[in-house]
């Protein structure tokens, strides 16, 4: 938030910023806060907004890969292979 680059849409920040922390905080055990969050980069800092949702960081492993499966099944696991 400390950037020459957003200074004039600085409330417009702040409250997007109180809108994800509110929106991806979870408290530990310790009752220490901890949020996670993602940004996506292409369009102006303008067009920032909050999505509600989950988000995959997910890519090809290899060229060969195919880019599209219909019908796919998708499994979400808390735990590693």
């Known amino acids: 938030m400390s950037s020459k ?3 004039g849409d600085s ?3 702040a409250n997007l910023v109180v809108e994800v922390v509110q929106a991806v ?3 530990n055990a310790r009752g220490k806060l901890n ?3 993602w940004l996506a980069h292409g369009k ?3 067009d920032s907004f909050l999505m509600n949702g989950y988000a995959l ?3 090809c492993a290899a060229q060969g890969m195919p880019l ?3 019908p796919a099944k998708i499994a979400c696991l808390d735990f590693n292979f």
Do not use: D, P
């Open 5 to 7: 680059l957003i200074t």
């Open 11 to 13: 409330n417009f920040f």
């Open 25 to 27: 905080k979870m408290t």
């Open 35 to 37: 949020t996670q969050s």
């Open 44 to 46: 102006s800092a303008r």
């Open 57 to 59: 960081n997910t890519g």
């Open 68 to 70: 599209r499966v219909v």
